[in-house]
């Protein structure tokens, strides 16, 4: 019988590899001891297993699939605010992806697809055997909603790549059950929007100590605020923003540190991405997130998804998230490291910048978290709600907050906006999540939501009504024997 290629990939690995695993980030609740020789028919029995399984979820969310590479590919090169950079001959296949040529056997396409799924696979696991588990009914309750809160993020990024995908909410337990088709993306998104219901229900607000950086409440309400404005649910958008605004999140004064080790799971940090370097554990320091971004020089990185003039170009005059987000050859960084002008490319992402002399094991940058949703882009979502359901007056002042922090006090520059008109005022918030989110991986998806594909992205070869989403992966095709269907024009 053929299935999925991702889930055969998940499913014949042990589960001593998922405890392995689990160990790899600086958090405690991800350090999970080897087991042993322990298999998934044996394991969930205790509340220890249920601790483990959890924080395999966690340490796979920086898996080489879902955050360097392919996640470059699928979430990033198609935008107008990256291009491939490194040397012209290196990974040259970044480049379909950039003019839109990519097919569907193009390989970093199934590594996404096949990443995010094996990440469902350990959701699933979770979720069909920690009910079983005899323990604190509390602390059961929450493992389930951090599952739950994993599982729609993942489902998030895979349904707004290639639309309607296999919605697999149980690890399969018959033969029957491994073939799926695709559902549609409607259904995906409803399966997504009651994860997130559920794990609102039950996560806390906040967390102390070792289990700080885990899902909370309001990371499950800001994605779901997230996942509703792509479906353009102005009203739920609203609603899920101004219950986060009353959470206890405030903006980081300063945008460029903002984005540094020392400042990781901040006031802003709504959710982030846990990485560390652990010197006892060299394959739990794996994250390449920073190493493949990195300036190509020793200690940075290999120079790739570098930004594009223009982005460069994009920022209001003098605006100084330019020179936060983009890390330009000649510069030389607060922390005193030197771009060297002899690197092949002119700009390098400097949100994913780890100064040159911090210590790694086994990658340059593994140390640094990876931000997922900030109280910048909650303020920001819920000026456009508030704009699209008529109350300017919210949405100009959700806008300003993160305008004032953008210019730090310096009043010639970045002038609050006050147009009432709401076709001005949805372009402003527009061009403002343009400078605040650029290179942290929504542009290419935030273009198509808002219907401007073939006016951003034409000219790069954009064409409406296929570029809207990636190609399904021909490998999970072949190995279903044609069950999942390719998307159109591809």
Partial sequence: MFYNNTYRKALTATLLVVLISAQS????????????QTTSSTFFTTADDAAAAVASIYAGLRSYDQVAFPAIAIESMGSDDAEKGSTTGDATYFTLYDNFTVTATETQLDGFWTGLYVQINLCNQVLDNVPNITMDATLKARYIAEAKFVRAYCYFRLVRAFGGVVLRLHVPTSSDQYNLQRSTAAQVYTAIEQ?????????????????????????ALALHAKVAMYQKKWTDVLTYTNQVMTMGYSLYPNFEQLFRIANENSTESVFEIQCASISSIADASNSQYSQVQG??????????????????????????????????????????????????????????????????????GEAQNIRVIRYAEVLLMNAEAANETGNTAQALSSLELVRARARAGNAAILPP?????????????????HSELAMEFDRYFDVIRQGRGTAVFGPKGWKANKNEIWPIPQAEIDLSQGLLTQNPGY
């Fill in 25 to 36: 980030c600086k958090k405690s609740f991800l350090e999970v001891p080897v087991q042993g």
């Fill in 195 to 219: 994860d997130l219901t559920d794990a609102a229900t039950v996560l806390p607000t906040s967390y102390t100590g070792a289990d700080i950086g885990r899902a909370t409440k309001g990371a």
């Fill in 295 to 364: 300036a190509r020089q020793s200690g940075g990185g290999w120079g790739f998804n570098v930004p594009t003039a223009d982005l460069s170009n994009s920022f209001e005059t003098g605006d100084p998230r330019r020179d936060a987000t983009i890390l330009y050859a000649g510069e030389t960084t607060p922390e005193g490291d030197l771009v060297l002008t002899s690197n092949p490319n002119p700009m390098y992402n400097q949100k994913s910048y780890v100064p040159f002399t911090v210590p790694f094991i086994s990658n340059e």
């Fill in 417 to 433: 906006v006050t147009t009432t008109d709401q076709t001005a005022l949805r372009t402003a918030i527009w061009n403002e999540r």
